[in-house]
Nanobody, 124 residues
């Protein structure tokens, strides 16, 4: 399984970005997916996660109401719509896939496959 993240960039505070993560293979719908981020000097954190069907989602408190995770199983792609971006959202964002669990996973150690990361910079 290979994951290819894209969509990062430089945006002003209050702006929006949409990250995409394309997943290779024909078994995308069997993976729960997550978006993580890691800022310089900080630990990697889960910002959003989604179940295999897309029916269950998780958001970190810091992004709740501003970020939306979604998936299109026909296109083997998971998205992260990020609105009202803040400078503290600046980080490298990673998508990840796992077959563990029944719904979604929020621990990085539960994920088996990772994308290469896409950088998001929010200027004040």
């Amino acid at each position: 399984v290979q994951l290819q993240a894209s969509g990062g960039g430089l945006v002003q505070a209050g702006g929006s970005l949409r990250l995409s993560c394309a997943v290779s293979g024909r078994t995308f719908s069997t993976y729960a997916m997550g978006w993580f981020r890691q800022a310089p000097g900080k630990e990697r954190e889960c910002v959003a996660a989604i179940s295999r069907s897309g029916g269950s989602t998780y958001y970190a408190d810091s992004v709740k109401g501003r970020f939306t995770i979604s998936r299109d199983n026909a296109k083997n792609t998971v998205y992260l719509q990020m609105n009202s971006l803040k400078p503290e959202d600046t980080a490298v964002y990673f998508c990840a896939a796992t077959k563990s669990g029944s719904y979604y996973n929020t621990r990085s150690e539960d994920y088996n496959y990772w994308g290469q990361g896409t950088e998001v910079t929010v200027s004040s």
